[in-house]
């Protein structure tokens, strides 16, 4: 069974660069797939942050892209998440997600606030 | 277009039939995956490709397509069905992934 574990600060102050990373258990990240982010703000709907592939190949929302940035390190069966000068709208629970979005993790709540 | 369109919300009573829609564009091209979240959970996927549910998710939950607009329909609609259901596709240039804004059931 794949598992995804996100990991990461979950409070940080305007302008700082949010960073987390998904941990995939059951599942060699090397086999294949496009493996992505994607986040909820309180209360509202999904928002398809981007995704990469194990050769390090990526895409990115258009709306998140200047300050986005995913990586991959396949030793570990990792992915990760950077987006900087963050603001109280990027206050979301942070999801990954194997692409054909099968599985997901459970989520991490990132609240931003000075 | 990069955007799918979903009503904000739909109800049904017990038992019957309920139709969930996703429009956009894109849907002429790619398959539309679908997906329920209940509180304080992550989504699971119901519904995806042409019509496939993965193990585990009842045979009421079915899927289909026409045109631009993409249908989840669940027959016989049961009370842990009342959640908030997303769609997801590809954009018009197929690399990125976009959702919908979200339906939220009721089951009366």
């Known amino acids: 069974q794949v598992q995804l574990q996100e990991s990461g600060p979950r409070l940080l102050k305007p302008s700082e660069t949010l960073s987390l990373t998904c941990s995939v258990s059951g599942y060699s990240i090397r086999s294949g797939y496009f493996w992505g982010w994607i986040r909820q703000p309180p209360g509202k709907g999904l928002e398809w942050i981007g995704s990469?592939?194990?050769?390090?190949?990526?895409h990115y929302n258009p709306s998140l892209e200047s300050r986005v940035t995913i990586s991959v390190d396949t030793s570990k069966n990792q992915f990760s998440l950077k987006l900087s000068s963050v603001t109280a709208a990027d206050t979301a629970v942070y999801y990954c997600?194997?692409?054909?979005?099968?599985?997901w993790g459970q989520g991490t709540l990132v609240t931003v606030s000075s | 277009s990069s955007e799918l369109t979903q009503d904000p919300a739909v109800s049904v009573a017990l038992g019957q039939t309920v139709r969930i829609t996703c429009q956009g564009d894109s849907l002429r091209s790619y398959y539309t995956n679908w997906h329920q979240q209940k509180p304080g959970q992550a989504p699971v996927l119901v519904i995806y490709?042409?019509?496939n549910r993965p193990s585990g998710i009842p045979d009421r939950f079915s899927g289909s397509s026409s045109g631009n607009t993409a249908t989840l329909t669940i027959t016989g609609a049961q009370a842990e069905d009342e959640a908030d259901y997303y769609c997801n596709s590809r954009d018009s240039s197929g690399n990125l992934r976009v959702f919908g804004g979200g339906t939220k059931l009721t089951v009366l």
């Open positions: 990469i592939y194990h050769s390090g190949s990526t």
């Open positions: 490709g042409k019509d």
């Open positions: 997600a194997r692409e054909e979005f099968d599985f």
